[in-house]
């Protein structure tokens, strides 16, 4: 990884870590949780090679980039105020965007807001979910899956702090790594044996290498889990925030790839909305949708030279 470049760039009022390599039409890469811009190191490689500036900031919350305390500093407006105020710092003014997981949540609601500075995306995983006025997303995930769903374990501020840290964190890497399938992630509570009772797998995924898992628990060492886990606490004060925005359309070139085993793919009513046109009518300039068939929840890292192709064969055509 050595060709690839580190700065750190001052954007709205936090201090963000880049990553980046190459010239030509800027690539930008947004991770999701528990990850880093490490996630994207394959494919910044693969399309720096083809003619691209690839550049991947650890979010705010993650990495050597800062990490406000509050979950109230979470809210989508600002990761999407520190991504305008990157590119503007940058002296950017489109780019073609690619996200993921979280990184995916964050790349549509820059899409939403600020059409005019991306050429076009490819969406991983997360689906883009409309806002509905009479209930949360996360409140609607509440009710069908109930309160030891993963997301809603996540809600009190240091309790799933203390939870994973009574278990090494590599072991919580392997756990979480291993989760996001078919299966909903259920973690019981402390008194029922919490996190640490969840069973690690007996062997790695083959894209889940013992020094990939070391390079991220040296970070998670470093800044604990809290700043992702804000995403997680901000999700109804961005839904009120978000309601002047109820019915609105994202009108960028999209195209939207998900493993099969996908777990937000298979939230209910996800499958249903993008192959009946709900998708389609909320995000009109819909291109392509690609289901990878067996894949699990962190394609990008399963099967970074495929997703990378995909990537390209898209983003060539702006």
């Given amino acids: 990884m050595e060709k690839i470049e580190h700065s750190t760039v001052t954007t709205n009022g936090i201090n963000m870590h880049v990553a980046s390599i190459g010239t030509g039409p800027t690539v930008l890469f947004l991770h999701g949780f528990p990850e880093l811009w490490y996630s994207w190191r394959h494919h910044m490689l693969s399309l720096s090679s083809l003619g691209f500036r690839c550049i991947a900031p650890d979010l705010r919350g993650y990495g050597d980039t800062d990490a406000p305390p509050s979950p109230e500093s979470y809210s989508v407006l ?3 105020g520190d991504l305008i105020g990157l590119l503007d710092h940058l002296g950017i003014n489109q780019v073609l965007l690619v996200g993921h997981d979280w990184g995916a949540f964050t790349a549509w609601y820059l899409s939403l807001f600020r059409p005019d500075r991306v050429k076009a995306m490819v969406i991983l995983g997360v689906a883009y979910f409309p806002r509905k006025p009479e209930m949360s997303f996360f409140d609607g995930l509440r009710a069908f899956y109930g309160d030891d769903f993963y997301m809603c374990r996540f809600q009190e501020q240091g309790e799933i702090e203390k939870d994973f840290a009574s278990d090494d964190t590599a072991s919580v890497l392997r756990k979480l790594y291993t989760s996001f399938g078919s299966t909903p992630l259920i973690i019981p509570k402390e ?10 797998p007996d062997t790695l995924p083959s894209w889940v290498s013992e020094e990939v898992i070391n390079y991220y628990a040296n970070k998670f060492n470093q800044t604990g889990f809290t700043g992702g886990l804000n995403y997680y606490r901000a999700f109804n004060l961005s839904w009120e925030l978000l309601a002047p925005w109820t019915g ?36 009109p300039l819909l291109e392509e949708v690609v289901i990878m068939e067996g894949l699990p929840h962190f394609i990008n890292q399963a099967k970074p030279e495929e997703i990378s192709t995909l990537i390209y064969e898209f983003i060539k055509k702006f």
């Fill in 78 to 80: 600002h990761i999407v």
């Fill in 191 to 200: 008194k029922d044996g919490g996190f640490k009772s969840i069973k690690a």
């Fill in 248 to 283: 609105a359309q994202i009108k960028v070139p999209t195209k939207y790839i998900a493993g099969e085993q996908e777990s937000t793919y298979l939230f209910p009513g996800v499958k249903e909305y993008i192959k009946s046109g709900g998708f389609k009518k909320d995000v």
